[in-house]
């Protein structure tokens, strides 16, 4: 019985309220800290928002009607100084209240009224009170939405930090960084890609800003840390960022001793030893061989394939080339390529010079020397007649 009588109390209390401030008609100011604290020589800037609560369409007159001696004080609209607004039923205005101190003035409270007048008995005060002393000390705060990130040694790692003013002044964030030997580091703004190396913050506010970190290239896998700093002449704020490198790998071919070129006969298998190397900063993993070779031409491998290589170990392949028997001497070109599983390619040109077999060179030659016999017996027999 109590809790039902409760509840009804409540419902009846917040039915009570809400009629009270639907019913209210009138003129409102409005501003959201009446009551501040600053410096002494500091200027001192309220926003205003007057509103007309269920009254005819109306100019209302503002003014302030009482402030201390020497302090000046300013209504500002559209960058203009107003005397008035004009507000429909429901609606309202918006307005700033400049308030100057003067440069002698001593810290302690000082109190203000401002009074707005519409049409007929519509009048509203409001009372502001601004206090000189000692504001807040100026302080950073510097955060990234993602302070540790991953990809490998060609990745352009990019970070969004937030550099955030709190103190009651405007500032000039310095920015310097802390990072390994070799690591490239650039501030750009957040949406942009000018490179700045300060960001001016204004009082209680906050700015993105964009650190694009690249790494030298075949850094070693591991993670690797950068110190962000932002700083003032009283101020600063750190914020560390950790870059996780995977390794990878990367591959080459080369000849024998280093040499890319080769001697072969044609028709006959020439075996040269190639070196395969990995490169890179991570194992490489099922790596298979191939080539390109003129039309009728033979390669071969042993093994075709790899199971892996280590990062900066290699191994011997032997590739077994053979030319088309016909082919003619001369300079030709074989192409070795290698790919493996986690995505590494290379490839590499050798120049096979081809000599023509010893045996046809002999078989020439008879066939010539026979040619040559049966011309001298078809001149010596026909030049007798």
Do not use: C
């Not at 507000?87 to 307005?95: F, I, L, Q």
């Not at 506010?205 to 075949?218: L, V």
């Not at 000599?355 to 040559?372: E, K, M, P």
């Amino acid at each position: 019985m109590w809790r039902i009588v409760a509840m009804l109390l409540m419902v009846a209390a917040e039915a009570f309220g809400q009629t009270n401030q639907v019913n209210y008609r009138g003129l409102s100011v409005s501003t959201d800290y009446p009551s501040l604290t600053t410096t002494p020589g500091k200027l001192v800037v309220l926003p205003l928002k007057v509103r007309n609560y269920d009254l005819p369409p109306q100019r209302v007159n503002l003014e302030v009607l009482r402030k201390p001696a020497g302090w000046k004080t300013s209504l500002v609209g559209g960058g203009n100084l107003v005397q008035a607004v004009f507000v429909a039923p429901g609606d309202s205005a918006n307005v700033e209240l400049w308030i100057e101190p003067p440069s002698g003035a001593v810290p302690g409270s000082y109190d203000f009224l401002l009074q707005a007048t519409g049409n007929g008995e519509a009048v509203y005060r409001l009372p502001i009170t601004v206090v000189l002393g000692k504001t807040l000390p100026q302080q950073l705060s510097l955060s990234a939405d993602f302070p540790s990130l991953e990809g490998t040694a060609n990745t352009q790692f990019t970070y969004v930090l937030t550099i955030r003013n709190i103190s009651a002044m405007d500032i000039l964030a310095n920015l310097k960084v802390d990072a390994p030997p070799g690591f490239d580091v650039r501030f750009t703004e957040e949406y942009g890609s000018k490179e700045i190396n300060s960001m001016p913050i204004p009082a209680g506010q906050s700015k993105n800003i964009s650190a694009k970190i690249t790494p030298p290239d075949n850094t070693a896998a591991g993670t690797y840390n950068v110190t962000i700093t932002a700083f003032t002449e009283s101020a600063r704020a750190q914020q560390s960022l950790a870059l996780v490198i995977r390794g990878k790998s990367s591959l080459s071919l080369s000849g024998p001793e280093g040499r890319l070129s080769v001697d072969a006969t044609a028709g006959h298998e020439k075996t040269i030893e190639i070196t395969l190397k990995n490169t890179g900063s991570a194992d490489s993993q099922g790596i298979r061989l191939s080539s390109s070779a003129p039309s009728s031409w033979k390669v071969l491998f042993d093994p075709e394939q790899v199971e892996s290589i280590a990062a900066g170990k290699d191994t011997k392949i032997k590739a077994r080339i053979t030319p088309a028997g016909n082919a003619l001497s001369g300079d030709y070109m074989v192409t070795i390529s290698a790919h493996s599983d986690d995505g590494a390619s290379t490839s590499q040109d050798f120049r096979v010079t081809v000599r023509t077999s010893t045996l046809w060179g002999i078989v020439a030659v008879l066939i010539i020397a026979a040619a040559l016999l049966v011309a001298v017996m078809a001149i010596r027999r026909y030049g007798r007649r």
